[in-house]
């Protein structure tokens, strides 16, 4: 006698191979227009709830229109110590750049299926650009609400030729123009810490490549059941982040044991430490835990910058800042590439990536 099919398993495989293996994403499950989410999406209680959310605190904003002024660097250093989140405004970047950008993120998930899976792991002809649904979905037990693009920069001539055309020139634009702010704040958050040579050798070595991803976060149809994106934190030097107008991206305040909003402030960056620089800091900045909630009535978007050392650098606490602070280094040293591996072996799992480089 043949074996009763298994219904629950057999719309689960469906659901996995729409969503994932053809390229529709979560974006193509939410314009079925279906009316809850599919089991798979369903996370753990404590990881889609937030039992404390400070609404009366915010991370700082700050006017960088004067980076030389001294009260601007130290709100920047300071932010980077308590908070590890700041928003920056009167940074240099046109608006006009950012609306270019964000649009040009709609139009590439506005693509068919097909089109946007020629991006895919199987389909891709560079591993650069790579097109993908939640976080890791070959790896992850529970699935995110989320689709995304990610693009590794190597050279203005491969990103021409390899980026989708749909969007290639406004995010290189919003790239170039992101440089300069991205120059500034490493030298403030180096002064901070003491590190008053920065050479094109050190800079290379604490911001040498560039990963700039185009999140989609579509409308679900149970928020509170799922999430857009799970408790992590980066695996760059620091994160230039611009959100649209609609908000759901929240950081942990360790201290208080609860969660603040990011709340979406027009034409501004956000900027977040990343575990990287917690290392070269030997722990003085502070990578901090964010997630992005689900949401039940708009499409969101976010173009997070990664700002990286190379693969092949070898990541550790600066000599510099053991000198300074005579502490002894508590992590040690790792090829960056095998940081990055590691982040991307497990799904999102808080803080726990940094074990890893841990003496
Ligand atoms: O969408 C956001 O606001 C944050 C995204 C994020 O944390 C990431 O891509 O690493
Ligand atoms: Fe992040």
């Avoid at 629950?8 to 659901?15: G, L």
């Avoid at 958050?189 to 094109?200: A, C, E, I, Q």
Wanted: aromatic residues 10%; glycine residues 6%.
């Amino acid at each position: 006698m043949a074996a009763k099919p298994n219904t629950q398993q057999y719309i689960s495989d469906h659901i996995t191979d729409f969503v994932i293996n053809k390229g529709y994403g979560v974006k193509g499950l939410s314009e079925t227009g279906i009316k809850t989410v599919p089991e798979q999406y369903i996370q753990p209680l404590e990881e889609r709830t937030m039992n404390r959310v400070m609404v009366a605190e915010s991370i700082p904003i700050i006017d960088v229109s004067n980076w030389d002024d001294p009260k601007v660097v130290s709100s920047i250093c300071d932010a980077a110590e308590k908070w590890g989140f700041f928003q920056i405004i009167n940074h240099g970047v046109p608006i006009q750049v950012l609306d270019n950008v964000r649009e040009a993120t709609c139009r590439f998930f506005d693509l068919p299926a097909e089109e946007k899976n020629k991006y895919s792991k199987d389909n891709t002809v560079s591993n650069n650009v790579r097109y993908t649904t939640s976080f890791l979905p070959h790896v992850e037990k529970t699935l995110e609400w989320k689709d995304y693009l990610s693009l590794f920069y190597v050279s203005e001539d491969e990103a021409s030729k390899l980026w989708p055309s749909v969007c290639k020139d406004q995010v290189l634009e919003y790239k170039h123009e992101s440089e300069k702010v991205i120059s500034r704040l490493l030298q403030v958050l180096m002064k901070g810490l003491n590190v008053t040579k920065v050479d094109s050798e050190k800079e290379k070595l604490l911001m040498g490549s560039r990963r700039i991803n185009l999140n989609y976060y579509p409308i679900c149809p149970n928020p509170e059941l799922t999430v857009g994106v799970g408790r992590h934190s980066d695996v760059s030097t620091f994160t230039v982040l611009l959100q649209d107008d609609v908000g759901g991206l929240y950081v942990r305040v360790e201290a208080k044991d609860s969660w603040v909003h990011v709340p979406p402030v027009k034409g501004s960056l956000v900027i977040n430490i990343g575990d990287v620089l917690q290392i070269f800091s030997n722990g003085r900045y502070r990578s901090i835990e964010h997630r992005v909630v689900a949401n039940g009535s708009n499409d969101r978007i976010s173009v997070p910058i990664f700002v990286n050392p190379r693969p092949t650098d070898i990541i550790s606490p600066l000599p510099e800042v053991l000198a300074d602070s005579g502490e002894n280094p508590i992590y040690k040293p790792v090829l960056y590439s095998d940081y990055v591996k590691h982040f991307y072996k497990k799904a999102h799992d808080g803080k726990l990536t940094i074990e890893f480089a841990k003496i």
